[in-house]
């Protein structure tokens, strides 16, 4: 078992900063990768960022540039940096801690980026 928790969500002007971090405990040696998604009211869920227990990142088009994904070799903490907010931003977003065969997600946080 795996427990997420995401925080430092909030409402920010266009242009702006945030960061949003994602804290993991329990069985984390498990986890193979951290991966954000980000869901806007009426719209499906997508990828935002990765990074696996190997470091290695990978990232949607539309954040590439803006967006940086960090953590320890544990990812027992990861953080996502987002600068250069668009309102399109503007979605909850989700830390998922992927195990071989499971997924464990948090309860999400609000990012709402103002024009």
């Known amino acids: 078992q795996v427990q997420v928790v995401e925080s430092g969500g909030g409402l920010v002007q266009a242009g702006g900063s945030l960061r949003l971090s994602c804290t993991t405990s329990?069985?984390?040696?498990?986890?193979?990768?951290i991966e954000w998604y980000r869901q806007a009211a009426g719209r499906k869920r997508g990828l935002v960022a990765k990074?696996?227990?190997?470091?290695?990142?990978t990232y949607a088009d539309s954040v590439k540039g803006r967006f940086t994904i960090s953590g320890n070799n544990a990812l027992n903490t990861v953080y996502l940096q987002m600068n250069s907010l668009k309102p399109e931003d503007s979605a909850v977003y989700y830390c998922?801690?992927?195990?071989?065969?499971?997924?464990?997600r948090g309860q999400g946080t609000q990012v709402t980026v103002s024009s």
């Open positions: 998922y801690a992927a195990l071989q065969w499971s997924y464990y």
């Open positions: 329990g069985s984390t040696s498990s986890i193979n990768a």
């Open positions: 990074i696996t227990n190997h470091g290695a990142t």
